[in-house]
């Protein structure tokens, strides 16, 4: 599959993709239920990312479940996709395979197309799931596919997951509370266009964070 190819399937409505988050919606009650607020912050159409914090396996489902836009496409880890069964389903939900801490500039060039089709893109922006449910640094990537495609950022807080699931676990359970997924004001790129490219990228990841530990409620 070439380039064109590959761009055109990740900008295609997955049927997989809706039926997914019809299946999510069902389950999620079971596991103690899901509560989203902020989603005035999300435009109804054009291009967006969403960049919450990570700190379970479960976030990227809760996500899914939770918005209410059928154009979603995810950045995740390249190790996922060779995980037999879950590999092919990743690909037929449109995720992305992103090689962790290196400059993946195929993953880039399909993560520009798809913003510049006008779609919202999932990011964690942290590169990986926290171990301790701490914030951790957030990488540049979401701030250079913002700042190169114009596209605003929505700072996103997910809390509860990790007690459905905790890290390193693969069956979730029930846990009192449920989950919370809470967006914030979107971090528009214009913010920075006055500054130097890199100052801009540092600058907009940084702001990022603070976002993101604002609404979590950790520094």
């Not at 005035?40 to 996500?63: A, F, K, M």
Request: charged share 20%.
């Amino acid at each position: 599959m070439n380039d064109d190819q590959q761009h055109q399937r990740l900008l295609n409505n997955s049927l997989v993709f809706k039926i997914s988050r019809v299946m999510f919606r069902i389950a999620l009650p079971f596991l103690g239920g899901l509560r989203v607020s902020g989603h005035e912050n999300i435009p109804l159409t054009g291009p967006v990312i969403i960049c919450p914090n990570h700190t379970s396996d479960l976030d990227p489902v809760v996500i899914c479940a939770g918005t209410d836009r059928p154009d979603l496409n995810a950045l995740a880890k390249s190790d996922l996709f060779e995980i037999p069964v879950m590999g092919k389903y990743f690909h037929l939900i449109g995720a992305t395979p992103v090689v962790r801490d290196s400059p993946d500039r195929g993953a880039l060039r399909i993560a520009e197309s798809i913003l510049r089709a006008g779609r919202m893109l999932l990011v964690f922006p942290e590169g990986r799931t926290s171990k301790t449910g701490q914030l951790a640094d957030v990488q540049l990537g979401a701030a250079m596919l913002a700042l190169k495609t114009c596209t605003p950022i929505i700072p996103c807080g997910i809390r509860g997951t990790r007690n459905i699931l905790p890290y390193g676990k693969v069956i979730p359970h029930f846990a009192g509370g449920g989950v919370t997924v809470n967006y914030g004001k979107p971090i528009y790129p214009s913010r920075y266009e006055e500054m130097p490219h890199r100052l801009a990228q540092r600058t907009m990841a940084a702001d990022l964070r603070t976002e993101i530990a604002g609404i979590i409620g950790q520094s």
